[in-house]
């Protein structure tokens, strides 16, 4: 009989069942792999090693004490095995061990590597040790190191004073453990520093770099008096010392700690500074190329990591860095660079031509014009308020180093000056004007032009193409890319000389690279320049284009398909186009195009191009290529349309060729066309939903009479399913392509129209989610209906089912006031190409029903609505409507009322003499009905406000009819009614009234702040805030609104709390218009003022047996803090951060939540904006933050304190995410502590990695 088959001990599956669970299992798996770690095969001991490692790394694995130590023990003594491998893999278990086993066990580990470091002899020892103890620290944790720490560093600090290779060794580890768990190690840290200092002079210059980067991790922890010791010893050294290599190592010392803790060295800067300049201009270390170096790149990080305390230095900082950019003792320089570029040289390199005695390999002086380049490029980046400055002085000699021979040092100029021209972006010359006036206040006395000299840029960068090396052409052309972004153009006048050199960087031989960039820049070119004249630059590089086309690169067959795309669409100065005359490039264009286009096997984004481009010259040039080539590329476009990559982009080009002016013939694809798209509107795509509507609508606008009434059906069933209020934008495409239906197949599209899409939008009529666009295009489409005169779809038959809406259902249901507008308009929108007869019927119908007591509620509603709209656009002065809405005004209903407030002030917009005095006059005689008929009046004016900002008044025409003055008298006598509502209203009509004669009101508004009624004050101020809009009068707010804004320094509380609201509202709509009243003494210090928690504005209210106490200053605060938080995020440059952030601080800790909540979310936007000056405050910063994050709810709140206590909670944590992201947030020791405390907390540990995971924006909290 055959006998069963047993698996071998050794190879039975890792699993165990028996009591014990997971630790059985556990100690079952890993005394297997012990015991064959003795075995004699170094490859068995190697692979029981590995395999140890990888259980190790299971998180079900738990190992009891006694396994804690076999192991430890078996790990430790293959540290010192024959087999290199075992050796190499007992160190990497290190780490997998070292997360299982218990403190005791990391110490014996940590003991006996830095045992193996300290080995004066065995140098294989010292390297295991090393990597050993390196690999255990990068596993350490703040709970674990303690352990390792009180082992390790003894030892170290005693082999620092061993031999050089035992200190390196030393050196290195304790730098891990300075920078990881400094924090925890202060009480070593000044014996660690009395250790390492000595090291800085030593004779080994290895030793001194590990020493000086030692130095700079011991300064992160350092408590204030060390690390004072630490930088007055350095200074002591360097002012005595008299070896220049010493010397060079305090430099880099001082940089490295200006680097790491850049923050805490800033208040030293005003003894580095001069002492590193003196180092600089003296002779004896004129030619120290090292020591030069050096020292600029200290000069580089304080610029970087000191950006408060380096301001009034960095002059001295840029002419220091100006004068070396230029150190090259070994060649004599011209000493009028500027003037030699302006001589023309065949060769530029005969400057620096090789004599024959001298070799570069030797000279290491590129160094120093490298680090000066570096520092220079730091400032631009970093300053950009010194922009006219930069321009004066630095351009011109990084333009003159254009033609430095060092190419790694021509690379860093090239990066320099395209950071500058950067800077320059959106920056307005002085005297031009933007669409909003933003134009820079600040910007230089001289304008961008003169500050930047193109003749003489282009000059240098055109020698500099003709370099043979392919990186200078190509930093050439992206410093030209840059030149042209901050022009908007203006290389016109250079192009003839910049072809050739274009022509150049595309030829076959080119680098992909250089090809690539050069076909980018001339791609831009095209598009910046409309309307120059290129006809003879395609003649030159037409053939090198349509070349690149076919190349096999994916990146360069992209860019000139690109290219061809934008030359096919050039027009030549007179407005014909570029190409007309040159069919032969043309007919070529085409053939390389469409071989790309029908070529199955291509790149994605060559396929996206050759479909753009192909549609461009079709659209373009589609009258030249011919029939027969036309007939060939449609059905292909189909065939890409068809295609679910490439669909979007084929969408596209469909719609470029039907918009083109050429009417071009695509009727053998159109109806396949029309069917695709119509498909495509049913897929679940709102990208290619979008893209299929426009196509659509170019479709049918051009080649209707191709489309026939299957295809229309078919289209108009699948609009109708997207006329819905779910997707608004949508819904306005959608209904805008039903318009060109209408427009262009009425007699057809009618029927289908009332089928199909007619209930959708009657439906959508009822949403009180309908407005913008999607309205707009609903009304177009009603009244484009009417114009078909089709009895189906006649101003009856529509007017019928608008008004059936409503007055058909038995009990209707009640719809919103935004759903009664949205069908009053459509109403109105049918009137207007129905006959006078009709809409004077309806007129009459509704005053009629108006008046009859057996109409429904909603019904009267929805005609004053109606009325209104019909006001807006027709004169119905001729109707006795005044007795029908003084009756509506006494109705029961508040919605009422206000209904027929909208209309009274609708109609007077159509018949503005009759209906203005009229509601002026009933102003003054009821008294009861003011606040109603104040509604009425700041209607009128907003509506005669959007027509002076559209631009349709006639210039000399009053838009009010000749009754400003008495509406002004009226609104002036009313600023101080007792009723807060009349008094905003009144403030809006004031406001909003400037808007259409700003120099009558605005002077008259200004005259109410002297008022010594609080009310009128706070009215007046109240009204700029309506003034203060996207098309505000700048030139006559300009004059006044800082007198408005002293009100911020009024007594009463009132006038001070519209007064932060008006500059709150301004600070966000036209920045331009605070920015220079900020510059005053008084402003900002007010505003701050505001934010302080004040006693005397807090009361007591006595509730029966219970006192409640009321902050009357809590509304101040808020409002206060939110224009802080405007200003920063509009004028942010203007104001004084650590001040800004003092008040910010102070607010963390406030009574109420939402305050608190504000001032976290702004000390967020800080650590993103200026985290240098929050870094120097982020321990005091961290107790107002553990305060809230350790707050707990009480069991007896209510729900919406909850919700209220979580949402303050996160945005704490938020906060704490952004400032963690900070560089160097780690060397605060009381913020490092607080954030590990987060860790310790399971739901707070929850909350923080659940931020940082979805990446929060602070600016979008």
Request: aromatic content about 4%; overall charge negative; glycine content about 4%.
């Amino acid at each position: 009989p055959v006998r069963p088959w047993r698996c071998p001990p050794e190879v039975l599956p890792r699993r165990s069942f028996a009591p014990g669970g997971l630790v059985g299992m556990s100690s079952y798996t890993v005394s297997s792999l012990i015991e064959k770690l003795d075995a004699r095969d170094k490859d068995e001991r190697f692979m029981a090693m590995h395999d140890l490692a990888q259980d190790l790394d299971r998180d079900n694995i738990r190992l009891d004490g006694e396994m804690e130590r076999r192991v430890v023990a078996m790990i430790l003594k293959h540290l010192e095995d024959p087999g290199t491998d075992v050796k190499q893999q007992a160190v990497r278990t290190i780490a997998s061990l070292a997360r299982k086993v218990q403190e005791s066990q990391l110490e014996e580990i940590a003991d006996k590597l830095a045992t193996h470091i300290l080995n004066k002899t065995d140098e294989e020892k010292r390297d295991i040790g090393s990597i050993g103890l390196k690999t255990l620290v990068g596993v350490l944790t703040l709970q674990t190191a303690p352990a390792v720490l009180k082992r390790v560093t003894p030892k170290l600090q005693q082999g620092i004073n061993q031999s050089t290779e035992v200190a390196h060794y030393c050196l290195e580890i304790l730098n891990d453990l300075l920078k990881g768990f400094g924090m925890i190690m202060v009480r070593d840290l000044a014996s660690i520093q009395s250790s390492i200092l000595p090291l800085l002079s030593s004779e080994v210059a290895a030793t001194r770099k590990r020493a000086s980067t030692c130095v700079a991790s011991l300064a992160i922890c350092a408590p204030d008096q060390l690390f004072n010791t630490l930088i007055g010893s350095i200074f002591t050294n360097i002012e005595s010392c008299k070896n220049a290599d010493q010397i060079r190592t305090y430099i880099q010392t001082i940089a490295g700690i200006s680097r790491t803790v850049g923050h805490r060295l800033g208040r030293e800067l005003k003894r580095i500074i001069p002492l590193f300049l003196s180092l600089c201009d003296d002779k004896q270390h004129q030619e120290d190329v090292e020591m030069l170096e050096n020292c600029l790149q200290a000069f580089e990080s304080f610029v970087q990591r000191c950006p408060k305390e380096i301001g009034p230095h960095l002059d001295v900082i840029v002419a220091t860095a100006l004068r070396f950019i230029k150190f090259d003792p070994n060649y004599e320089e011209d000493k009028e660079e500027e003037d030699a570029m302006d001589q023309d040289e065949e060769e530029p390199e005969e400057e620096y031509s090789d004599d024959g005695d001298y070799s570069g390999d030797d000279d290491s002086s590129w160094k120093v014009r490298s680090a000066a380049v570096k520092c220079l490029a730091a400032v631009i980046r970093t300053r950009p308020e010194m922009l006219q400055a930069l321009y004066e002085t630095v351009l011109p000699v990084l333009m003159a180093r254009f033609r430095e021979r060092e190419e790694i040092v021509k690379m860093e100029v090239f990066s320099a000056f395209k950071d500058l021209l950067r800077q320059s972006q959106g920056k307005l010359e002085p005297g031009s004007k933007s669409s909003g006036d933003e134009a820079m206040d600040d910007t230089p006395a001289c304008s961008l032009s003169r500050l930047l000299d193109v003749d003489k840029v282009m000059k240098a960068v055109s020698k500099q193409l003709k370099e043979k090396s392919f990186k200078t052409k190509e930093r050439c052309l992206e410093l030209l890319r840059e030149l042209i972004l901050v022009l908007n153009g203006g290389l016109g006048p250079y192009l003839v000389g910049l072809i050739p050199d274009i022509e150049k960087s595309i030829e076959k031989n080119a680098k992909t690279s250089l090809k690539v960039e050069a076909l980018t820049f001339f791609c831009m070119l095209l598009e910046k320049h409309p309307g120059a004249d290129f006809s003879q630059h395609i003649k030159i590089l037409g053939e090198a284009v349509l070349s690149s086309v076919s190349d096999t690169n994916y990146k360069i067959s992209a860019v000139s398909l690109r290219v061809c795309a934008r030359i096919t669409t050039s027009v030549l100065p007179d407005g014909t186009r570029l190409l007309v005359t040159n069919s032969k490039l043309v007919l070529a264009m085409y053939q390389a195009t469409f071989g790309r286009l029908s070529s199955q096997d291509q790149d994605l984004e060559v396929k996206e191009a050759a479909i753009s481009t192909m549609g461009e010259i079709v659209s373009s040039l589609g009258d030249i290529i011919g029939a027969a080539n036309l007939n060939a590329c449609l059905p292909v476009l189909l065939e890409r349309l068809k295609n679910e990559t490439t669909r979007i982009t084929s969408l596209k080009a469909l719609t470029t060729i039907a918009k083109s002016p050429l009417k071009v013939d695509v009727a053998p694809v159109c109806a396949d066309a029309v069917m695709e798209c119509a498909a495509f509107l049913r897929k679940n795509d709102r990208a290619l939903k979008q893209a299929a509507l426009t196509t659509l609508a170019a479709l049918i606008a051009s080649y209707s009479s191709n489309i026939g009434p299957e295809l229309h059906e078919s289209v108009v069933k699948e609009l109708a399913g997207l006329v819905s209020d779910t997707e608004l934008h949508l819904t306005h495409l959608a209904l805008d392509l039903c318009v060109c239906i209408v427009q262009h197949s009425p007699q057809v599209a009618t029927s289908l129209m009332h089928t199909y899409v007619l209930p959708r939008a009657l439906l959508i009529l009822q949403s009180s989610l309908l407005q913008g666009a999607a309205r707009e295009s609903l009304k177009k489409l009603f009244a484009t209906m009417v114009t078909t005169g089709v009895a189906l779809c006649s101003f009856k038959a529509l007017l019928d089912a608008l008004l059936a809406i409503v007055s058909r259902a038995p009990s209707p249901t009640p719809l919103s006031r935004q759903a009664l507008s949205s069908i009053a308009q459509c109403v109105s929108s049918i009137c207007g190409p129905a006959q006078q007869a009709e809409w004077t019927a309806t007129v009459e119908r509704f005053i009629a029903e108006l008046g009859a007591p057996s109409t429904p509620e909603q019904v009267k509603l929805l005609l004053l609505h109606c009325l209104g709209e019909i006001g807006k656009s027709f004169d119905l002065s001729a109707f006795a409507l005044e007795a029908v809405l003084i009756q509506a005004f006494a109705s029961g209903t508040e919605d009422t009322k206000a209904a027929a407030s909208h209309a009274l002030g609708s109609l007077a917009m159509g018949a503005i003499t009759k209906y203005l005095p009229y509601i002026l006059d009933q102003v003054e005689k009821q008294a009861e009905l003011r606040y109603l008929l104040l509604q009425s009046l700041r209607q009128l004016i907003t509506l005669k406000a959007a027509i002076v900002k559209a631009g349709d008044v006639k210039t000399g025409v009053d838009p009010m009819g000749g009754h400003l003055t008495p509406v002004m008298a009226l609104l002036m006598k009313q600023c101080d009614a007792d009723e807060e509502g009349v008094r905003s209203l009144v403030a809006e009509c004031l406001g909003r009234l400037a808007l259409i004669a700003p120099g009558e009101v605005l002077p008259k508004v200004k005259e109410l702040i002297s008022s010594n009624k609080p009310e009128t004050r706070a009215t007046a101020v109240s009204a700029l805030k309506f003034t203060i809009t996207d098309h505000a009068p700048m030139a006559e707010l300009s004059g006044c609104i800082a007198d408005f804004l002293l009100l911020l320094k009024d007594e009463s509380i009132m006038v001070r709390k519209a007064a932060l609201t008006t500059f709150n509202s301004a600070t966000h709509t036209k920045p331009a218009l605070i920015r220079p009243v900020l510059a005053t003494d008084w402003l900002l210090p007010t505003l701050y003022g505001e934010t302080v928690y004040k006693k005397d504005l807090v009361r007591t209210v006595n509730l029966g047996p219970f006192q409640h106490k009321v902050d009357d200053g809590a509304e101040l605060r808020k409002l206060a803090l939110a224009c802080m938080d405007t200003l920063l995020d509009k004028a942010g440059d203007r104001l004084d951060t650590p001040v800004f952030l003092q008040h910010v601080e102070a607010r963390l800790s406030d009574e109420l939540d939402d305050i608190m909540q504000a001032a976290f979310q702004q000390l967020a936007k800080l650590a993103v904006r200026d985290p240098a000056c929050v870094r120097e405050v982020l321990d005091t910063l961290s107790e107002p933050l553990g305060a809230v994050l350790n707050k707990k709810h009480k069991e007896s709140a209510s729900p919406q304190d909850v919700e209220r206590h979580n949402e303050l909670l996160r945005t704490a944590m938020v906060t704490v995410v952004a400032l963690r992201r900070m560089h160097d947030s780690n060397t605060c020791h009381k913020f490092s502590g607080m954030v590990e405390a987060i860790m310790q907390d399971a739901k707070l540990r929850a909350l923080l990695e659940s931020i940082s995971a979805e990446g929060e924006n602070p600016n979008a909290i």
